[in-house]
């Protein structure tokens, strides 16, 4: 069953409007967990290395929820707030198992699992082939399509205040501690 919106252009292409989804979505997956991690696991100052594994553990978990919001929603919290859906050719909803595999082959193929350098290095080639072939890697050997509705001002200013609280509270955290 098609889920699409008329508003919705699956042609255009927005590497940067993708990029700041997925910061986004990261960013939300990051907070709670660095609140846990810092208040019951980190010592008083972490180093490079304990931070380069807190974010390569943020990106694998944010890979077990992700299918699940794509599944169910065709969206994630900032690809709601920058009106991206991620559908099947034909307009339906990914399947579990699908959303599973494309979050999969993002996490390995586009960000490197987190992995400095290669990380950036993936980015850097998945926006050129995006740019230039309008489908990434995933989308193309998945057969989806990933459209772009207008960005919506209210959606925009929600986040930033979600982004302003999230680090108000650990400018709170860190000055309690």
Request: aromatic share 12%; proline share 6%; charged share 20%.
């Amino acid at each position: 069953m098609p889920v699409g919106s008329r508003n919705e252009d699956p042609g255009r292409v927005h590497p940067w409007i993708r990029f700041w989804a997925r910061a986004f979505d990261v960013f939300l997956m990051a907070v709670p967990l660095g609140l846990a991690q810092w208040h019951w696991f980190w010592p008083a100052e972490p180093g490079w290395i304990d931070l380069m594994l807190f974010g390569m553990l943020v990106l694998f978990v944010w890979l077990l929820i992700e299918p699940i919001l794509i599944s169910r929603l065709a969206t994630s919290p900032g690809k709601w707030v920058f009106s991206i859906r991620i559908l099947n050719r034909d307009g339906s909803r990914l399947s579990y198992s699908q959303a599973l595999r494309r979050s999969d082959m993002v996490w390995a193929k586009g960000l490197g699992a987190g992995a400095p350098l290669i990380g950036q290095f993936l980015m850097a080639a998945q926006h050129y082939q995006l740019s230039r072939d309008a489908k990434t890697f995933w989308d193309e050997e998945g057969d989806f399509d990933v459209r772009h509705g207008q960005i919506r001002a209210p959606r925009v200013i929600a986040a930033a205040a979600i982004v302003a609280l999230a680090v108000l509270a650990l400018w709170l955290a860190a000055a309690a501690a």
